[in-house]
């Protein structure tokens, strides 16, 4: 029943910037972690930047200083603003939201298109 809603995807120049953002379609038990994925064509699915109900964030090293993870546990929502996008970044976003222990799921996305192109 529930589902993980995206958007904000889209095509951008190198240099420019998006924000995605991922909401819960209904109620859930509040996630340990929420977190982006994105998969490039050919490539296996890789992880982008994760957030905990701390707010303890972690990036991979080719996003780290251009991209930031927020999250509105209010409003079961996480988003990422991508700043000084490349072609590299070009993928697939999917987002995720993780809940361990009792009342444990693991939820994506269907993914967002996120193109960098001049």
């Known amino acids: 029943q529930v589902q993980l809603v995206e958007s904000g995807g889209g095509l951008v120049q190198p240099g420019g910037s998006l924000r995605l953002s991922c909401a819960a379609s209904g109620s859930i038990f509040s996630p340990d972690a929420m977190g982006w994925y994105r998969q490039a064509p050919g490539k296996q699915r890789e992880l982008v930047a994760t957030?905990?109900?701390?707010?303890?964030?972690n990036y991979a090293d080719s996003v780290k200083g251009r991209f930031t993870v927020s999250r509105d546990n209010a409003k079961n929502t996480v988003y990422l603003q991508m700043n000084s996008l490349k072609p590299e970044d070009t993928a697939v976003y999917y987002c995720?939201?993780?809940?361990?222990?009792?009342?444990?799921?693991?939820?994506w996305g269907q993914g967002t298109q996120v193109t960098v192109s001049s």
């Open positions: 995720n939201f993780r809940r361990d222990g009792s009342f444990s799921y693991d939820y």
């Open positions: 957030i905990t109900s701390g707010g303890i964030t």
